[in-house]
């Protein structure tokens, strides 16, 4: 269930006046709005706003969008000039000046109003001195505010507390505070349509001549409250389910990190005495190694035919090569970098190329498993998944298996599992690293070839039927 788009059709059938029943008893939206017009008529003659200049931009239908549709009997279009003066904020500059910044005044940006879904906002992130105040605008607590530029405008706000504000926000003043959280909702409702203004510009922008001009069906007052409790309600379920959408994220990725863990030491699928005992393929790398089948003093019971080893002796880590910022080319080899590689897979959007000629041991291949050795991604993994070769950059390891005692899909499997480990054994203060000596001595509980190919068959049927429940969570 995508629940943003069941939002969106809430807001939508709120506004259009289908998501309460119409009372004949209200008092028409027509006589609302002739108070609010003689409200504003007064203070416009008490010097407190300036009246709007009419312009082709201000006309009752924008250029933008077609809105027009059937309303209820008792509703009425009006536009936000006629229910409110619309100012823009401003900042003081330069930017971070301690002349103006870092005082007790609240300074809010945009950042402060898209950071959360939240209908009010509680805190501002930014301060400014007095001299900042003749470079801004200071409204008072209950003020509605709407982002008005960049990629994130049109989102709206209230503003718990006196504030100024920057010039990528509007300010809605002297609204009738009874029709406020209406108009919040009705914006709401039009944020994603606010963004598809074309005005020929890179940065798309809601100037106050666009916001004053926005045609807004005005429901009647009592029905302005029964819609916004009807949203409340119908929010409050759908947080509901984006709840239990989360919860079941966690209960699944627990679940997979569970069948890991049961592969890795042989409970998820039987054993066979028919397969070739895992201490066969050790002989294969180094067939003069004496195996020691000495299993007893583990911990745990470990499965027959399986044998315990260090990972170094069934797989080489192969560190990158010190490639130099002076390499780096706009085209040649994507380099794989420690910043690549992120939640089991490797990723190459932003990657650098360069064009040099390396050993065969610093080249990245299709299915190929990188471990990041240093900086904050130590010990993520992913597996190299591309028909065209890359190269590795140093501290990202390449592990290799040696001979064919291991399947890729179990070595990937199995190290998966390891990665918390991994980060513990992690060395160092802020950025901590692991060298490849100390993941080559990690022990390696290994199964017999056949039943590794059970193993990842399993693993593979259960992570499918998981992975179904998550793209009906998405849909």
Request: aromatic share 8%; charged share 25%.
């Amino acid at each position: 269930m995508d629940t943003k788009k069941l939002r969106q059709k809430i807001l939508d059938l709120a506004i259009r006046g289908k998501l309460v029943p119409q009372d004949p008893n209200d008092e028409p939206a027509s006589v609302l709005l002739e108070r609010i017009k003689a409200e504003k008529e007064r203070l416009i003659k008490e010097g407190k706003i300036k009246r709007s200049k009419k312009t082709a931009k201000t006309s009752d239908t924008p250029h933008y969008e077609n809105v027009s549709f059937e309303m209820p009997n008792n509703w009425v279009w009006t536009t936000v000039d006629e229910l409110c003066d619309v100012v823009r904020g401003g900042s003081p500059r330069p930017a971070g000046d301690e002349k103006y910044y870092n005082g007790a005044i609240p300074f809010l940006k945009v950042a402060d109003l898209t950071k959360d879904d939240e209908i009010y906002v509680y805190k501002a992130e930014y301060t400014i001195k007095e001299a900042g105040l003749k470079k801004t605008r200071l409204v008072n607590e209950g003020t509605l505010l709407l982002t008005n530029s960049g990629a994130t405008l049109g989102v709206p706000k209230i503003t718990t507390f006196s504030t100024t504000f920057n010039d990528g926000i509007a300010a809605f003043l002297y609204i009738n505070k009874e029709i406020q959280l209406y108009l919040y909702w009705f914006l709401k409702s039009k944020t994603d349509s606010f963004r598809k203004i074309d005005q020929g510009a890179a940065q798309p922008n809601l100037n106050t001549d666009l916001i004053k001009s926005i045609p807004i069906p005005l429901p009647p007052l009592t029905e302005q409250k029964r819609i916004i409790k009807e949203i409340k309600r119908w929010f409050s379920l759908i947080n509901q389910i984006d709840q239990n959408k989360s919860d079941l994220q966690t209960i699944i990725k627990q679940a997979k990190s569970k069948i890991l863990d049961l592969a890795i030491h042989g409970k998820l699928v039987p054993q066979d005495p028919n397969d070739e005992p895992a201490s066969e393929l050790l002989k294969r790398i180094n067939p003069s190694t004496k195996i020691t089948c000495d299993n007893a003093h583990y911990t745990f019971k470990v499965p027959t035919g399986w044998i315990m080893c260090k990972l170094g002796e069934i797989c080489a880590l192969e560190n990158g090569y010190a490639f130099s910022s002076d390499d780096y080319k706009q085209q040649g080899i994507p380099l794989v970098r420690i910043s690549n590689i992120s939640d089991n897979t490797i990723n190459l959007n932003g990657c650098v190329f360069v064009k040099k000629e390396v050993d065969d041991r610093f080249i990245v291949k299709n299915g190929d498993l990188l471990i990041a050795l240093s900086g904050a991604t130590t010990g993520k993994m992913g597996v190299y998944e591309n028909e065209n070769i890359a190269y590795l950059n140093q501290r990202v390891g390449n592990l290799k298996i040696k001979k064919n005692v291991l399947l890729p899909e179990y070595r990937n499997y199995y190290m998966f599992s390891q990665i918390e480990k991994i980060l513990k054994l992690a060395y160092g203060g802020a950025q901590p690293n692991i060298s490849s000596k100390i993941i080559c001595e990690l022990q390696f509980l290994l199964p017999p070839l056949m039943e590794q190919k059970r193993i990842v068959q399993k693993i593979e049927e259960l992570y499918s039927y998981f992975d179904n429940i998550q793209k009906a969570l998405e849909a």
